[in-house]
């Protein structure tokens, strides 16, 4: 072949290899899915009569992840209620996760494949005798950054044959907060009242409202209603478990300004998701509570006649005392709060200097003081006021204390019912007993004891211990508890304890405590 015959095949050659590069188009790579997807979604059934009893239905999915480093699969899945294409009350969402015990529904399988069953417990009402619950959204997220939202995924419906809620919601109890003051002292500021709710419904309970009416017939309001956050529920910051049966605490603010006088719950409105609602004119629950400026009948000078009392064997009494002022035809009852003493009338005594007492018990026993936390003032024309910190006043700083017992018991005899015992009586006895006679005073009893049985070389072989009751007989019987012993003489040690936490030790080895004043408690043991 001649060169210029090659370079002509060459020069061809080329040309149709730059004609095919021009016209045949170039072949993308198929485009990539979704990291995460949605294989499967389904309930076990497609429709459900829940009219004569509860039905259930089971919701299942598939989730497949395409990241190989991934681990951990975890969202939520929304379900919506509707009557034909009208979406109808409360969504209910379930959060998932392929570790169990993270959410509500825990997976099987690995995070490239996983699949979730959930329990729908299906509403028996609703504001329509057919309804269809659908899946309108599924949140996926994986532990290495991927997440999805997919909407309206697929055929995942269940139609609902169920009864008609036409009823409002009931408060089931209606009652005052925790700790609430029956009563109020108000500095012009204004007072909070604080009630408590629980309310039932047929299919869910969504909204409410208190109103109360106070002198003059002024009327302040108070909404309240619960609250969605991921998947749970709360009504004013409780948690409600189930929208049937829910409990709110609900706080209704007095205006600042208002005038003393009594306030008291006129209505009580309630409102299901439905828009059912059930309107109480004379709610059943709370009385009504005074609230009070203390600008009619007032007081000062609170004191007690006698702040420290002897109360360790009996009871003992002292008053409290103050000057009332503005009081319209007489005092006719003075309420004293108490943490641990008594009020034994309500009556107050009046001195012919005017000032005002009532008196005031503090049991025998163990209290050591008794507050007074709170008064309460009622005259003739039913005027009040309020004083102390049970009624949102300032302290009144008034304590009753007991007197101090700093007086160890004081042992005066102690002795053995007889001086020898054998081997077997030893092991037989319940107990070594022994009588200890005690200084009696208008002090702390005895409350307590404890004995220890020693041998010849110091060593404990038994004892006892426990309470005691001081009838202030100045007589203890006590015993000390031992196996069976073998021949010798022993020592038996003992204490007591009093109720003001003082003890004193008596008899003890390496003359550790006190001597007895009679001689130390000393036993023989001899063989059988």
Request: glycine share 10%; aromatic share 8%; charged share 20%.
């Amino acid at each position: 072949m001649t060169s210029s015959r090659l370079r002509a095949l060459v020069t061809t050659v080329a040309a149709a290899a730059l004609a095919l590069s021009i016209t045949t188009p170039v072949m993308a790579a198929p485009a990539a899915g979704p990291v995460l997807e949605i294989t499967s979604i389904a309930f076990d059934r497609t429709q459900v009569d829940a009219t004569q009893d509860f039905a259930v239905a089971h919701l299942s999915w598939t989730i497949t992840d395409r990241a190989a480093r991934a681990q951990r699969v975890s969202g939520a899945v929304e379900l919506r209620q509707f009557d034909g294409d009208q979406q109808i009350g409360q969504p209910r969402t379930v959060t998932y996760d392929l570790e169990w015990g993270r959410a509500q529904i825990g997976g099987s399988g690995t995070a490239q494949e996983s699949t979730y069953s959930y329990e729908f417990v299906v509403p028996r009402y609703s504001s329509a005798a057919q309804t269809v619950w659908r899946v309108t959204k599924v949140t996926i997220a994986d532990d290495v950054a991927h997440a999805r939202t997919v909407r309206d995924p697929g055929p995942a419906a269940l139609t609902v044959t169920q009864l008609v809620d036409s009823e409002g919601p009931l408060a089931e109890q209606f009652y005052f907060d925790f700790d609430q003051p029956r009563g109020f002292y108000d500095d012009g500021s204004g007072v909070t009242l604080r009630y408590r709710v629980s309310i039932v419904d047929e299919s869910a309970f969504k909204k409410g409202k208190i109103t109360l009416t106070g002198p003059g017939g002024n009327r302040v309001t108070s909404s309240f209603q619960v609250t969605q956050s991921g998947s749970q529920w709360s009504c004013n910051g409780e948690t409600a478990w189930e929208l049937t049966r829910v409990t709110c605490p609900v706080s209704v603010a007095m205006p600042a300004g208002s005038p003393s006088g009594t306030w008291r719950v006129s209505r009580l409105d309630l409102t299901d998701s439905w828009g059912n609602t059930r309107a109480d004119t004379s709610p059943d629950g709370p009385a009504p509570v005074q609230v009070s400026r203390n600008d009619v009948v007032s007081a000062s000078d609170f004191a007690l006649t006698v702040p420290q009392v002897n109360s360790w064997r009996g009871p003992a009494s002292t008053a409290l005392t103050f000057t009332p002022r503005g009081v319209v035809g007489g005092l006719t009852s003075v309420d004293v709060d108490l943490d641990s003493c008594s009020q034994p009338s309500r009556t107050p005594v009046v001195g012919d200097d005017g000032t005002v007492s009532v008196e005031i018990v503090v049991s025998s026993g163990w209290a050591r003081s008794c507050t007074v936390r709170g008064v309460k003032l009622t005259d003739e024309a039913g005027n009040v006021a309020f004083y102390g910190t049970a009624y949102g006043a300032p302290d009144l700083g008034i304590t009753i204390t007991q007197v101090p017992d700093e007086k160890a018991p004081v042992v005066l005899s102690a002795t053995l019912p007889k001086a020898t015992w054998t081997q077997q009586e030893t092991e037989d006895a319940w107990g070594l007993g022994f009588d200890v006679t005690f200084e009696v005073d208008e002090f702390a009893p005895i409350t307590g004891f404890s004995a220890t049985i020693y041998d010849s070389t110091g060593a404990p072989k038994g004892g006892m211990y426990g309470g005691e009751h001081d009838d202030g007989s100045g007589v203890l019987h006590l015993a000390v508890s031992t196996d069976r012993l073998e021949p010798g003489q022993y020592t038996i040690g003992f204490s007591l304890n009093d109720e003001a936490g003082n003890t004193s030790m008596w008899n003890y080895p390496n003359n550790a405590g006190n001597p007895i004043p009679n001689g130390p408690l000393v036993l023989t043991v001899v063989a059988d």
